[in-house]
Each structure stands twice: as structure tokens, then as C-alpha cells.
């Protein structure tokens, strides 16, 4: 199993990102999909989340309404789309799968650095 982030970058507040999550070596579709980030001296924050089966997503507080977490299972590939991006966005951002039949098995792809800065 293969998760492989990409599309990560120094961008400008108020600007916009989107991050990448493919898969490999796994059935995608099966599999709940999360995007987490790190910045440097905090914890792994949980930032969106989507179900396998019906899409349902949820979101942090603080990316609310400016981040959206999707998936496109024909392409194995995960996609979290920031705007309005802040300096308190800068972290390195990860993608995790669950499977959606056992929280047993899960994944972590090898993170992403996001910069929001002047």
C-alpha cells in the first residue's frame, strides 16, 4: 500500500492550494479518507475527513468554509482544496485511510509541505 502526496507549497495569505492523495495497492473506494497536519512544535490536528460509501465529510472548526475534502475513487486519488489560506495553515499535511470495514487497517501517506506566507 502507496499513499503519495503531492501538490503541497509556499503560497500567499488569502491565496489558494490544492493537495493531492494517491493511492495504490488498496481498494480506495472501501477506504474512509482524512487529512491531518502537523506544523512545527504541535500536534497532528485532524483538519477533514470523508466517508467511503456516502461522502460525508467533516471539518475543523478553524478550516470550516475555506477547505474542502473530496475524492475521486475511478482516479484512486484524494484531494483536500484550500482557499483563504492563513500563516496559522503552514504545517506539513498528511493523508490517512481507514478502512471503512475495520479501523484495523489504515494508512498514512508521507506528508506535504504547506507554507501561507508573504
Known amino acids: 500500500v502507496q499513499l503519495v502526496e503531492s501538490g503541497g507549497g509556499l503560497v500567499q495569505p488569502g491565496g489558494s492550494l490544492r493537495v493531492s492523495c494517491a493511492a495504490s495497492g488498496l481498494t480506495f473506494s472501501s477506504y474512509d479518507m482524512s487529512w491531518y497536519r502537523q506544523a512545527p512544535g504541535k500536534e497532528r490536528e485532524l483538519v477533514a475527513h470523508?466517508?467511503?460509501?456516502?461522502?460525508?465529510?467533516n471539518y475543523a472548526d478553524s478550516v470550516k468554509g475555506r477547505f474542502t475534502i473530496s475524492r475521486d475513487n475511478a482516479k484512486n486519488t484524494g484531494y483536500l482544496q484550500m482557499n483563504s489560506l492563513k500563516p496559522e495553515d503552514t504545517a506539513v499535511y498528511y493523508c490517512k485511510v481507514t478502512s471503512a470495514y475495520s479501523q484495523k487497517y489504515f494508512y498514512w501517506g508521507q506528508g506535504t509541505q504547506v507554507t501561507v506566507s508573504s
Open positions: 470523508i466517508l467511503a460509501f456516502s461522502d460525508i465529510t
